[in-house]
């Protein structure tokens, strides 16, 4: 027969301390699972109430912005970024904050902004956009023509250099997509269309302050400095429809330096790339000259 200690001995009340505990245990425990549940379901409908909340303000924002009020609507879109850094109207936002920028003007700071947005979301679905956008707050930055004004030519083309560079990027970063029936497709593609013909301004641009420079020198009787520079127009912008006339003038440069082997490599280079060209009719009648004059010399 088992022995029974006696009540109020150290035995019995360890025992009935080890049951308090275990009954508080299995109570914490029946608890803990609704409490759990019931958070779950809390965060859930937080994220929604998040979400659901940023969209709601990023619609308010572009309500301003489609009626072009962007005073208005850069706040709300900096209220969005603020407010919501962590949904996807977040980099919406500064998107179209960036939009702002150029419409009012800004250029500087929108390409500035283009350039972040493409480097901080290289996978958006709008990257494409933003780069090309980049572009374009450039290309606005190209002096124009004032009556006052030298010509465009005559002045600074660091702008011009600068929408090049980010429409040739553009280019190269993001190829034609061959899907008809694919509605981001036809936005790239239409992209790559408009950035094509921006970089063939832009570059023809830039050849008529090459072309000018070379003519200032070629008034002052720097034919040297003007063939140079003549040269580094068909080698740096071979896509320009201007590198005949350019080529041509240095031919003609070096037949006055007296340079014949040097002009008759620049005619047959005009006759060989641009057999249609009117330059080349003009390049194949100074090389039968040129060779007409060999001969009589023999």
């Given amino acids: 027969m088992m022995p029974v200690a006696p009540e109020g001995s150290f035995v019995t009340s360890m025992g009935s301390s080890l049951e308090k505990r275990f009954v508080a245990v299995c109570l914490v425990a029946a608890l803990a699972v609704p409490a759990a549940s019931c958070a779950a379901k809390q965060a859930k409908g937080g994220l929604l109430d998040y979400s659901r909340s940023a969209k709601e303000l990023y619609e308010t924002a572009m309500v301003e912005f489609d009626d072009e009020d962007c005073v208005e609507a850069e706040k709300l879109f900096e209220d969005v970024r603020r407010q919501f850094p962590y949904s996807k109207y977040a980099a919406d936002s500064e998107l179209r904050l960036a939009d702002c920028k150029l419409s009012q003007g800004n250029n500087a700071e929108a ?48 702008a011009t250099r600068d929408a090049r560079g980010a429409f040739s990027s553009f280019l190269k ?36 302050h090459e072309m000018y420079v070379a003519q200032f020198y070629l008034a002052r009787d720097l034919r040297k400095a003007a063939s140079v520079r003549l040269e580094g127009i068909w080698v740096s912008f071979p896509e320009s429809s201007l590198v005949p006339d350019a080529m041509f003038l240095q031919a003609t440069t070096f037949l006055e330096m007296g340079e014949s082997g040097e002009a008759k490599r ?13 330059q080349t009719k003009r390049a194949v009648d100074y090389l039968r000259h040129m060779e007409a004059r060999a001969g009589r010399a023999d």
């Fill in 111 to 158: 390409a500035v902004a283009y350039q972040q947005f493409v480097k901080a979301h290289p996978t958006h679905q709008d990257a494409d956009y933003a780069a090309y956008k980049k572009g374009v707050a450039y290309y606005e930055m190209i002096p124009g023509d004032w009556l006052i004004m030298p010509p465009p030519h005559e002045r600074d083309q660091s």
């Fill in 266 to 278: 620049v005619f047959e280079e005009i006759a060989k790339r641009y057999p249609g060209h009117y």
């Fill in 173 to 208: 970063t993001y190829p034609k997509i061959d899907r008809a029936d694919d509605e981001r497709a036809s936005v790239r593609n239409d992209l790559r269309e408009r950035a094509t013909e921006f970089l063939v301004e832009v570059v023809d641009a830039l050849v008529r």
